[in-house]
């Protein structure tokens, strides 16, 4: 069974910029996290949708917003790039809210 | 609430050397315990997990055992490899929580 992809791997953007990243979970899986992880800060919860909605949120600025789409395929966007959102992307997928998750191998982002 | 704390690294082994990385929590309930590894470039892999008490989680070489008495979960391997070298997050995930709950990791560097 194929593991978690997202896309794409790398990124360089400029301030004030937005993007958007894309996270296929495993087959079946209908729980989608995602996470920002920086030296600094280590890992950190953004949010994690479950059947299209969004069922929590972390700490971050609404800049920070995503979805959920019907197969499960989730996205997350950063409105206004700042360049402290330089960052390894992280999504995670499990099969059912609050079950083992399993992790992509990231989009790292750099903001000029 | 919900608290992972690893030991700092680096830890700085040579090869075939024996490993402990140190992991304690708090937590309400009775949470399931994790262990990931994330090697360089990469995004976390799930190595090993328990889900209740005297559970010893396996894989690779690599164990931990659940011990509640002690709130700790440490991971431990008998013989370390130069390809183990990687950062390694110990996380709980209580039941009141679909988040799981993921300590700042350790670095674990192996020389030849």
């Known amino acids: 069974k194929a593991g978690v992809t997202q896309t794409p791997r790398y990124l360089i953007k400029t301030r004030g910029q937005q993007v958007t990243l894309s996270c296929s979970p495993i087959?079946?899986?209908?729980?989608v996290s995602w996470y920002q992880q920086t030296p600094g800060q280590g890992l950190q919860f953004l949010f994690e949708?479950?059947?299209?909605?969004?069922?929590n949120k972390g700490n971050f600025p609404g800049r920070f917003s995503g979805r959920q789409f019907s197969n499960s395929r989730s996205e997350m966007n950063v409105s206004t790039l700042e360049l402290g959102d330089s960052a390894l992307y992280l999504c995670a997928s499990s099969l059912m809210k609050g079950e083992t998750q399993y992790f992509g191998p990231g989009t790292r982002l750099l903001v000029l | 609430g919900d608290s992972v704390t690893q030991m700092e690294g680096p830890v700085t082994l040579s090869e075939e050397a024996f490993l402990t990385i140190n992991c304690t929590y708090t937590?309400?309930?009775?949470?399931?315990l994790f262990w990931y590894v994330q090697y360089p470039g990469e995004g976390l892999q799930l190595l090993l997990k328990?889900?209740?008490?005297?559970d010893k989680g396996s894989n690779k070489g690599f164990e931990a055992t659940y011990r509640k008495e002690t709130t700790s979960f440490h991971l431990e391997k008998g013989s370390v490899q130069v390809s183990d070298s990687a950062v390694y997050f110990c996380a709980l995930q209580s039941g009141g929580s679909y988040i799981p709950t993921f300590g700042r990791g350790t670095s674990l560097i192996v020389h030849p």
């Open positions: 949708y479950f059947s299209e909605t969004q069922r």
């Open positions: 087959s079946g899986h209908r729980s």
């Open positions: 328990a889900t209740k008490a005297d």
């Open positions: 937590a309400t309930g009775y949470p399931s």
